[in-house]
Nanobody, 127 residues
């Protein structure tokens, strides 16, 4: 069982930056790929970024590539999402999720592939 707790959300002006953190419980965290999803009002939840269990493989949605960076610290059971050059369209609830397939050689891109979810943190970007 893995519990995920996100933090770092808030209100920021367009062009600003935020860093989201996801703290995970459980000794098996380091073997799981992790993802950051977001859901804006009236829209479906979408994958923003994902990282393999080792950190050696990453994935970014086209809408955030070059502005967001996902990273992880397995020693501290933490996953980060550094968000720069934020835009009003980045406004959403951001969720951390874990794919419990251990040591997967690919990064999961489908919502159903993720087994554990955090409660979400609100990010609001004002224009």
């Amino acid at each position: 069982q893995v519990q995920l707790v996100e933090s770092g959300g808030g209100l920021v002006q367009a062009g600003g930056s935020l860093r989201l953190s996801c703290a995970a419980s459980g000794r098996t965290f380091s073997s799981y790929a992790m993802g950051w999803f977001r859901q804006a009002p009236g829209k479906e939840r979408e994958l923003v970024a994902a990282i393999s269990w080792s950190g050696g493989l990453t994935y970014y949605a086209d809408s955030v590539r070059g502005r967001f960076t996902i990273s992880r610290d397995n020693a501290k059971n933490l996953v980060y999402l550094q968000m720069n050059s934020l835009k009003p369209e980045d406004t959403a609830v951001y969720y951390c999720a874990a794919d419990s397939a251990p040591h997967s050689i690919v990064v999961a891109k489908r919502e159903y592939e993720y087994d554990y979810w955090g409660q979400g943190t609100q990010v609001t970007v004002s224009s």
